[in-house]
């Protein structure tokens, strides 16, 4: 089974930046698309990002220009840089196949911005 293990969330202010990392438990160089999804109090988790195994990339456009996803297929990792952030971005943010497996979901990293 497929663990993934979400990392680098934190409290920063407005204008800020944080680089997410995902870990997973096995070769994702098989996983065509890798995906970066958040929740926020109250609402639905939603897709932030998502690459493929040739490193084409889709963007919410709520995040689009300020955030960027990328995928390390020889270690096993995805990650996601957030500059930029703003309040609404607060929320915990999760890793997983696009489109998601429920038994793939972890912990996630929270991500606090707030002054």
């Known amino acids: 089974q497929v663990k993934l293990v979400e990392s680098g969330g934190g409290l920063v202010q407005p204008g800020g930046s944080l680089r997410l990392a995902c870990a997973v438990s096995?070769?994702?160089?098989?996983?065509?698309?890798m995906g970066w999804y958040r929740q926020a109090p109250g609402k639905e988790r939603e897709l932030v990002a998502r690459i493929t195994t040739g490193d084409i990339t889709y963007y919410a456009d709520s995040v689009k220009g300020r955030f960027t996803i990328s995928r390390d297929n020889a270690k096993n990792m995805v990650y996601l840089q957030l500059n930029s952030l703003k309040p609404e971005d607060t929320a915990v943010y999760y890793c997983?196949?696009?489109?998601?497996?429920?038994?793939?979901w972890g912990q996630g990293t929270q991500v606090t911005v707030s002054s």
């Open positions: 997983n196949k696009y489109l998601p497996v429920s038994y793939y």
């Open positions: 096995r070769s994702i160089f098989s996983i065509n698309v």
